[in-house]
């Protein structure tokens, strides 16, 4: 973990006398904080909860807001009580946003956003997502399709757990399941079943 604290406040200092009111640096612009390969964690009584990983994190302050942006993406590991891998997020950009005095802290995963929980088997894809720290809920309000072994549905708009144990699109459409009786696999279009049809009378 590599953190240039100390560079940025070194440059500027020696930068400061030379530079004009029009070319002075705009600090809610500019970084506080840069890290690369950064690996954060958190534990409950020494268990192994949450874990994320990426490449680069830089650090936005302003009188009301601490900001950290994540441009080459991020991984989240969610893990069980027992420490088993439980639930993935993959995304290509991501922001934490956290506001000061109130604690209110909200993540924000951009691009081909990909979330899987493993032990049900089901993968989550979408363009944004939204994770509240506060109300341990993902959400989503844009485009999303889940694969599973019920099935298929897409829809708009989203809401879980933060584990993404029961999440549920609330706009559906197009979706089907699959329907296991013996050995045979029934398929039922979700939208376009309309039950079976009755024999004609004679």
Not at 2 to 29: G, Q
Not at 161 to 179: K, L, Q
Request: hydrophobic content about 40%; aromatic content about 8%; charged content about 25%.
């Amino acid at each position: 973990m590599i953190a240039t604290v100390s560079m940025v406040a070194v440059i500027f200092f020696s930068c400061k006398s030379k530079l004009s009111e029009a070319d002075k640096i705009d600090l809610s612009t500019t970084p506080m904080q840069t890290v690369d390969s950064m690996t954060l964690v958190q534990t409950t009584n020494g268990k192994l909860q949450m874990r994320v990983v990426t490449a680069n994190m830089q650090r936005f302050e302003n009188d009301s807001m601490s900001v950290e942006v994540f441009r080459n993406g991020m991984n989240v590991f969610a893990y069980t009580e027992d420490g088993s891998l439980e639930s993935t997020i993959v995304s290509d950009e991501a922001v934490h946003e956290k506001k000061k005095g109130s604690g209110d802290e909200i993540w924000k995963a951009y691009g081909n956003v990909v979330v899987k929980n493993i032990i049900k088997q089901e993968t989550m894809e979408t363009d944004t997502l939204y994770w509240d720290r506060n109300s341990h809920e993902i959400f989503t309000d844009c485009y999303i399709r889940m694969f599973s072994p019920d099935g298929f549905m897409q829809g708009f708009g989203m809401r879980s757990d933060e584990r993404a144990r029961n999440a549920i699109i609330t706009r559906p459409f197009n979706s089907y399941g699959v329907v296991v009786q013996d050995t045979t696999e029934v398929v039922i279009d979700s939208v376009n079943f309309i039950g079976p049809l009755l024999k004609k009378r004679r």
